[in-house]
């Protein structure tokens, strides 16, 4: 089975069993500030459907060099908010998104970077200018939109909100590879503690791929220090990428 897009209603084709319903198209023009946007609709068809239409259509369009035996991938990339507007679109099914087109080559001009980042880049900057109300604002956009309340600054200083806000780093972009650009940027150590035995004690509800729960005990830290056993420190040369093996050995220079 294939899926078939196109940009305005076309004849139904194949069977009723080869295709899903499309939905008539609507005026939307007011929804757009005055411009007609593009609507697609998808229709599943069958290989020998595919192969007419495309025998079809082979004389009045250009095969594009960028394909693979004449066909390529494409990849729909959304952009979303702190507060996910672009993914609860997709459930209430509004028609008026915007994203970018990838091909399987990767080919593209876009720029990624969350939002969520960016308020925290703006918060950052604002407290180490000493700004310490106005450094709240773009961090509290980003707490409220995860559902926690406003920042608490009554007798905080400006070392400890950009802490707060650095902690803040790890959680939203957690995963994400800016951990220890940070950690050089900054010239901060790395902070690990290992879990007491109490904590390592108690058991928390951890959420499974069918839908329910187990009961697990945290793991906490493995590595607690560099590997030659010493405490972590700011501007270790532990936290430089090594040059690859094979380089060195190539290079005598090196």
């Known amino acids: ?24 198209l609507r005026d939307r023009t007011k929804l757009s500030g005055g411009r007609k946007l593009r609507h697609e609709l998808k229709f599943i068809i069958n290989e020998g459907t595919y192969l007419m239409l495309r025998a079809r259509l082979a004389p009045l369009m ?33 028609e008026t998104r915007r994203k970018f087109r990838i091909r399987a080559d990767r080919a593209g001009d876009i720029v990624v970077m969350r939002s969520a980042e960016m308020y925290l880049i703006a918060a950052e900057a604002l407290a180490r200018e000493g700004q310490l109300g106005e450094a709240v604002k773009p961090l509290n956009t980003l707490r409220n939109a995860r559902g926690l309340a406003d920042y608490d600054l009554t007798g905080k200083t400006q070392e400890q ?6 902690l803040e780093r790890r959680r939203e972009l957690w995963g994400e590879g800016f951990g220890i ?22 058991k928390y509800d951890c ?30 040369t532990y936290y430089l990428y090594s040059i690859p093996e094979k380089e060195t050995n190539a290079n005598p220079n090196l």
């Open 62 to 94: 250009t095969v594009d060099p960028h394909g693979v035996n004449g066909e390529y991938r494409v990849t729909s990339l959304y952009f979303d908010d702190v507060y996910n507007s672009a993914y609860w679109q997709k459930v209430n099914g509004i």
């Open 207 to 236: 959420w499974q791929q069918d839908g329910s729960y187990k009961e697990y005990n945290p793991e906490g830290h493995w590595f607690t220090s560099f590997p030659d056993g010493t405490r972590f420190v700011p501007n270790s």
């Open 1 to 24: 089975m294939r899926l078939l897009k196109s940009t305005r209603l076309i004849p139904r084709l194949g069977s009723e069993e080869t295709r899903v319903h499309a939905p008539q």
């Open 161 to 166: 909100l950009i802490g707060d806000i650095l």
């Open 181 to 202: 650009t940070d950690i050089l940027r900054t010239q901060r150590a790395v902070a690990r503690e290992a879990l007491t035995k109490e904590e390592a004690e108690k």
